[in-house]
C-alpha cells in the first residue's frame, strides 16, 4: 500500500506546483494583477460571472478556475469536453440543483469547451440563466468562431496570455526550490529551454522534470539539452485562427515593405507545417492585389517560385518560395490594378446587359452591315500615333477612370502614357 509520502513523490512536478493561492499564477497580470478584471471581480461584489478563458496551452486556465472555485467557496466540478456528453452534464446539473437549493454554489468548469457541439452549448444556457452553475470554460480556438452567439452573449470572455520568459524563469525558479537543487544546464541551455516551452508553463515543468533525473556534473550546454528533450510543437492549426493569423501577419509584413517581418511569418508558417503550396498561392495573390504593375515582373517571379519548388519539393524548394517572399517585399507597391477591378465589377452589375458600340462590332452578314455594325470604326494602326481617341465604352456611357496608377514604380510610366492618350483623346474630340 502507498503511504501519503510515496503518492506525494509520484505526483508530477506540475501538479506539486500547482498554484494555491491566485497571487501565486505568473503572467496573467491583466487578469490578476492589482487592476486586473478577475481580482475586480473577486474583491468587489464577490460574485462570479460565468467567464470564457481564451488562451494558450499551458497558460494557467485551469488553475485560475479551480482557485476561483475556493476563493468563492463554490463547489467546483471539472468537466472535459473531450471525454464528456450530455448524461455527464446533466448528472452535474442535477448536482448542482440540489446544492443550490441547500444554500450552495457551484463552478462549473469546461475544459476544451469548443469540442461541444452547438446543440450541446444551447443546453448550459438555462443554467447559466438562473444562476444553478457559474460556467468557467476553456478553449485555445477563438470563441467567436466556435461558441454559439447565445452562450458568448450570457458569458464574459478573458484572454490569457502565453507565458513570457520572466513568468517561465519564475516556474523554475519554483521548481528548483522543490527539488533541492538546481536544473544541470548551462545558462545559454536554460534560455533554450525556456525558449523550447514556447509559453507553455505545464510543458516547461514537465521538461525540467526530465532534467532532474540527469546528473547535477556535467551541465548540459544547448546542443546536449536538444538530444535529451524536444521542442514544443508552435500552437498553429491550420484550419483555425493561428492559420489565418499568420497568413494575414505574411501579408501585412509584405504590404508594408518590412522583408525581416514578412521572412518571420513565412518560416513560422512552415515550422507549423504549413502546406507551402497555400503560402505560395498566397504569394501569387500578393503579386497581384498589393504590387500589380508597380512591379509586372513580381507575378512571373512568384510563379517562377512556385515552379521550382514542384520541380524541387521540401524542403529545397522552399529557398524558392523565400526568395519570392524577399522580391515582394522589396518591390514597389500598388493596389492600383486590385482597385480599378473591384470597380469596374460594381459598374458591370449595375449596367447589365448593355450593348458594346456598333462601331465595333464586327459585320459578317449583309444584314449587320445594314445596320450599321462596324460603321465608323477606325483602326488605330492607322491614325496618327498609333491612337484613334475613338471611345469603346457603351453607348451613353460616361468615360470613367477604372485605373489609376500611382507614382510607385513602373506604374509611373503607365501613368505617363495613360495622360498622353488622355490629351490626344481630347485634341480629337475637338477636332471632330
Not at 448528472?91 to 461541444?116: M, Y
Amino acid at each position: 500500500m502507498n503511504t501519503l509520502f510515496q503518492s506525494q513523490a509520484d505526483r508530477p512536478l506540475a501538479d506539486k506546483l500547482r498554484p494555491q493561492h491566485l497571487t501565486e499564477v505568473v503572467g496573467q497580470d491583466a487578469l490578476l494583477g492589482e487592476e486586473g478584471v478577475l481580482t475586480r471581480m473577486l474583491e468587489g461584489s464577490g460574485r462570479l460571472v460565468s467567464v470564457i478563458f481564451w488562451g494558450p496551452p499551458g497558460c494557467g486556465k485551469t488553475t485560475i478556475a479551480r482557485l476561483m472555485a475556493e476563493h468563492t467557496d463554490l463547489a467546483f466540478e471539472p468537466l472535459s469536453a473531450v471525454f464528456s456528453g450530455v448524461a455527464d452534464l446533466r448528472k452535474i446539473f442535477e448536482a448542482a440543483k440540489r446544492r443550490r437549493e441547500a444554500g450552495g454554489g457551484t463552478l462549473l468548469f469546461i475544459d476544451e469547451i469548443h469540442r461541444f457541439n452547438r446543440a450541446q452549448q444551447d443546453g448550459f444556457l438555462p443554467y447559466v440563466e438562473d444562476g444553478t452553475v457559474v460556467l468557467v470554460g476553456a478553449t485555445t480556438e477563438n470563441p467567436s468562431f466556435e461558441l454559439n452567439a447565445a452562450l458568448l452573449s450570457r458569458c464574459q470572455v478573458l484572454v490569457l496570455n502565453r507565458l513570457d520568459e520572466a513568468a517561465l524563469e519564475t516556474l523554475l525558479a519554483r521548481a528548483e526550490e522543490e527539488e533541492g537543487k538546481t536544473l544541470p544546464i548551462e545558462p545559454d541551455a536554460r534560455t533554450a529551454l525556456k525558449a523550447m516551452a514556447d509559453g507553455d508553463g505545464r510543458y516547461l515543468l514537465n521538461m525540467a522534470e526530465r532534467l532532474f533525473l540527469l546528473p547535477e556534473e556535467p551541465l548540459l550546454g544547448t546542443a546536449d539539452l536538444a538530444k535529451v528533450i524536444q521542442k514544443r510543437m508552435p500552437l498553429y492549426d491550420k484550419s483555425q485562427e493561428g492559420h489565418y493569423n499568420l497568413i494575414s501577419a505574411l501579408h501585412k509584413s509584405l504590404r508594408g515593405s518590412d522583408t525581416d517581418a514578412a521572412l518571420y511569418w513565412f518560416a513560422r508558417m512552415l515550422d507549423g507545417g504549413e502546406d507551402p503550396r497555400y503560402i505560395a498561392r498566397r504569394l501569387t495573390r500578393f503579386a497581384s492585389e498589393d504590387i500589380g504593375l508597380a512591379d509586372p515582373t513580381a507575378l512571373a517571379q512568384v510563379l517562377s517560385a512556385w515552379e521550382a519548388y514542384e520541380r524541387l519539393g521540401s524542403p529545397e524548394g522552399e529557398l524558392a518560395l523565400a526568395q519570392a517572399v524577399i522580391y515582394l517585399g522589396t518591390a514597389p507597391k500598388s493596389n492600383a490594378a486590385y482597385t480599378a477591378y473591384k470597380t469596374v465589377r460594381k459598374v458591370a452589375k449595375q449596367t447589365g446587359s448593355v450593348s458594346p458600340p456598333k462601331h465595333i462590332l464586327n459585320a459578317p452578314t449583309k444584314m449587320m452591315k445594314e445596320m450599321d455594325y462596324g460603321k465608323g470604326y477606325e483602326y488605330d494602326h492607322d491614325a496618327e500615333d498609333g491612337f484613334s481617341g475613338q471611345s469603346y465604352l457603351p453607348e451613353g456611357m460616361s468615360r470613367q477612370k477604372f485605373y489609376q496608377p500611382g507614382e510607385r514604380g513602373f506604374e509611373r510610366e503607365v501613368s505617363k502614357r495613360l495622360v498622353y492618350w488622355e490629351t490626344l483623346r481630347k485634341e480629337r474630340d475637338k477636332d471632330s
